[in-house]
């Protein structure tokens, strides 16, 4: 394989979700058995090819997952949400049930696009505040 230039992988990394680059991150981790030290760095770094006003948009760092409605698959949604919070089953079906409501709150961004995301998969409605 040929070998690429910085400036080559940064254009590869400015085209990435953040999905897509924090995936990328824990695979180099296990690969090469080393932990980045800044990985919001790394994602925040390609924000501002955006322009305009839309980094400032971007720089909140907290975000709540609100379940808008549950879709077809209920089921698979429930899974999900119990995937990500430490709620036992009849509490993760009331909440599924009780939509919309908020899954997580005061999520950092990453983690938050992959609840999204998780959700969204699962056949959910869901948006960030």
């Known amino acids: ?30 690969k090469f058995e080393v932990t980045a030290a800044a990985p919001v760095a790394v994602a925040a770094a390609g924000a501002p090819a955006g322009g305009g006003d839309a980094p400032a948009a971007e720089e909140k760092d907290e975000f709540d997952v609100i379940l808008e409605s549950a879709g077809d698959k209920k089921i698979q949604v429930i899974k999900e949400v119990r995937a990500l919070t430490s709620l036992g089953l009849k509490e993760a079906k009331d909440l599924v049930d009780g939509a919309p409501k908020p899954v997580l709150e005061a999520a950092k961004k990453d983690d938050a696009e ?3 995301a998780a959700l969204e998969g699962a056949g959910a409605t869901v948006t960030l505040k």
Do not use: Q, R, Y
């Not at 080559?8 to 991150?25: A, Q, R």
């Open 114 to 116: 992959k609840a999204k």
């Open 1 to 30: 394989m040929a070998k690429m230039s910085t400036e080559e992988l940064l254009g590869v990394f400015e085209e990435m979700t953040l999905i897509e680059l924090s995936e990328f991150v824990k695979a180099f981790e296990d």
